[in-house]
């Protein structure tokens, strides 16, 4: 008999959550939390759809990006952020406190038009 030893998981290795708040006198309040790639595919989809429907009634309205926890970002990231700035226009969309990760993936992938906050 032999025991296989496995490190613990570690942060990064947190499995992510895409949610979409609605105050319909501010805007939509979309928050990030761990990793935000391919497995969340299907999520990205149904908020993007979610505010392209405008089921929410967000339609050019401000969009708020809660990203202070967001571990690894991958292109569904980038493409939602992509999608609710489209959404979001004329009204524009912050990215509050986003993670170095999230910061790197905006610069690398040249992503304009965000207002970052903090």
């Not at 947190?14 to 979409?20: A, F, H, I, K, R």
């Not at 708040?21 to 993007?48: F, K, Q, S, T």
């Not at 991958?74 to 990760?101: D, I, N, Q, T």
């Amino acid at each position: 008999m032999s025991l296989e030893i496995q490190d613990p998981p570690s942060f990064d290795d947190e499995m992510g959550s895409v949610s979409l708040l609605i105050d319909h006198e501010a805007g939509a309040l979309v928050v990030l939390h761990g990793a935000i790639g391919n497995e969340l595919h299907a999520e990205v989809r149904e908020l993007v759809a979610d505010l392209e429907s405008d089921v929410a009634g967000t339609s050019g309205r401000p969009v708020q990006v809660l990203a202070e926890h967001v571990t690894s970002f991958g292109l569904p990231g980038v493409w939602l952020l992509l999608e609710l700035r489209r959404a979001a226009r004329p009204a524009v969309v912050s990215v509050v406190r986003p993670s170095e990760c999230v910061r790197s993936a905006i610069a690398r992938h040249s992503i304009a038009g965000l207002a970052i906050v903090g």
